[in-house]
C-alpha cells in the first residue's frame, strides 16, 4: 500500500471514529427506547438491546399527548416556515433588484438584528403577546416569528448570483417586477428556498422557551416542552422519556433526509457574493 494510500486510509478511520462519537447519544436514545425498564437500569447500560419492545412508545402515546404535541409543533413549524419563505422572498428581491434611497442603509440595519440575541426581545414580544389576548394560541406562537433577517440576507445573496443579462432581456420584453419574481427568481432559487424552509422547521421545531412563556394548557404545548413533562411526570422511567425523545426526532429525520442535501446546496451557493 502507498502512503498515500495509508494516509486516506487513517484519514477515514478517524473521520468513521469522530462520526461516531459525535452519534452516540442519538444511537444511544434510540436503541434505549427498544429496552425495557430492567435493561436500561442495568450499569453500565447495554448499548443494544435484547428485542425490539415497543410497550415504551406505546406507554408514552397513552399516558401523554405526544400525538397532540406533534401536532401542535407541526402546525407552528409550518406556519411559520411558509411565513418566512414568502417574507424573506419578497424583502430579498426588493434589496437586490430594486433601486430606492437609503437601500443599502436600510439592508444594513435589517442585517444588525441579526446581531441582537432572541432574549433580548423576549419581554417586549411577551407583553404585547399578552396584551393582544393572543397566550395559548396559535398566533401567539406563530407571529413573532414570521418574518426573519436570517432569511432575507440569505435569499438576497442567491438573488444577486442570478445573471442580470435574463432580467434585461425580461425587461425589455415588458416584465415587471411582479412577474420577474414569479416566474424567474422564484423558480431559479428552489435551492435557497428549501434550505431556508429546513432550517426555518428545524429551528422552530426544536424552540422550547417560548412556547413555554406563552402557553399554559396542555394542548397548546409544544414537542420539546412535552418531553419536558415526561421526565418529570416518569423521572426514573428513563425507557419511557427516550421513547417519548425517539418519536418527537421522528419528524425531524425526515426532514433532514430529505432535505440536507437542499439545505448545504443552498448555504453554500450562497456565500460567493457580498
Request: one cysteine or more; proline letters at 5%; charged letters at 10%.
Amino acid at each position: 500500500m502507498t502512503l498515500r494510500g495509508i494516509t486516506s486510509l487513517f484519514t477515514y478511520l478517524l473521520l468513521i471514529l469522530l462520526s461516531l462519537i459525535v452519534l452516540y447519544p442519538l444511537i444511544f436514545t434510540v436503541f434505549s427506547a427498544f429496552m425495557t425498564e430492567k435493561e436500561v437500569a442495568n450499569f453500565p447500560p447495554p448499548l443494544f438491546p435484547s428485542s425490539f419492545y415497543l410497550g415504551n412508545f406505546t406507554e408514552a402515546i397513552s399516558g401523554f399527548p405526544i400525538i397532540r404535541f406533534i401536532l401542535n409543533s407541526f402546525i407552528v413549524s409550518s406556519a411559520i416556515m411558509i411565513s418566512q419563505v414568502i417574507t424573506s422572498s419578497l424583502a430579498a428581491y426588493a434589496f437586490a433588484f430594486l433601486n430606492f434611497k437609503g437601500k443599502a442603509l436600510l439592508f444594513g440595519l435589517f442585517l444588525s438584528t441579526m446581531m441582537i440575541p432572541w432574549e433580548v426581545t423576549i419581554i417586549p414580544n411577551y407583553l404585547t403577546i399578552k396584551d393582544w389576548g393572543w397566550m395559548d394560541s396559535y398566533q401567539g406562537l406563530i407571529v413573532p416569528f414570521m418574518a426573519g433577517a436570517f432569511g432575507v440576507f440569505l435569499l438576497r445573496q442567491f438573488f444577486l448570483q442570478l445573471p442580470r443579462e435574463l432580467f434585461d432581456a425580461a425587461k425589455i420584453d415588458g416584465c415587471g417586477h411582479i412577474r420577474s419574481f414569479l416566474s424567474m427568481v422564484l423558480p431559479l432559487s428552489r435551492s435557497s428556498i428549501a434550505t431556508l424552509a429546513v432550517y426555518t422547521f428545524l429551528t422552530h421545531w426544536n424552540h422550547f422557551l417560548w412556547p413555554l412563556l406563552i402557553t399554559n394548557q396542555a394542548s397548546m404545548r409544544t414537542v420539546q416542552i412535552g418531553v419536558a413533562m415526561l421526565q418529570h411526570a416518569e423521572v426514573m422511567s428513563w425507557n419511557l422519556i427516550l421513547a417519548g425523545v425517539t418519536i418527537v426526532l421522528v419528524p425531524s429525520f425526515v426532514l433532514l433526509a430529505f432535505g440536507v442535501k437542499q439545505l448545504v446546496r443552498g448555504i453554500t451557493a450562497g456565500a460567493l457574493k457580498g
